[in-house]
Nanobody
Framework: QLVESGGGLVQPGGSLRLSCTGS????????IAWFRQAPGKEREGVSC?????DVGESVDVRFTISRDNTKNTVFLQMENLKPEDTAVYYC????????????????WGQGTQVTVSP
């Protein structure tokens, strides 16, 4: 089971750190990705990190994904947040394929709400 935490209400320009923790599952067996879904929009990928990487890749330089396998946790540090970052953020377990692309498994957390508003 994947459990996200760390969401909340933040003003524009603020920061949040989301956590994805494995409950009963060992996350270092998986690549992990963060996705988000805003109201009325499709779910989109934000960041991903390989099984043994310390830092991964993100679609936005404001976001940094990292993992601490000793804590069985993956983090998403988000800086300079904007109203358009408002969404439910989900973590997913998957793998990195031979083309260096992230392939999600059907293994999701319940999501954590991030709201960016004055």
């Amino acid at each position: 089971q994947l459990v996200e935490s760390g969401g909340g209400l933040v003003q524009p320009g603020g920061s949040l750190r989301l956590s994805c923790t494995g409950s009963g599952d060992t996350l270092d067996d998986y690549a992990i990705a963060w996705f988000r879904q805003a109201p009325g929009k499709e779910r989109e990928g934000v960041s991903c990190i390989g099984e043994s990487d310390d830092v991964g890749e993100s679609v936005d330089v404001r976001f940094t994904i990292s993992r601490d396998n000793t804590k069985n946790t993956v983090f998403l540090q988000m800086e300079n947040l904007k109203p358009e970052d408002t969404a439910v953020y989900y973590c997913n377990a998957g793998r990195i394929d031979r083309d260096d692309e992230y392939k999600p498994f059907d293994f999701w957390g319940q999501g954590t709400q991030v709201t960016v508003s004055p």
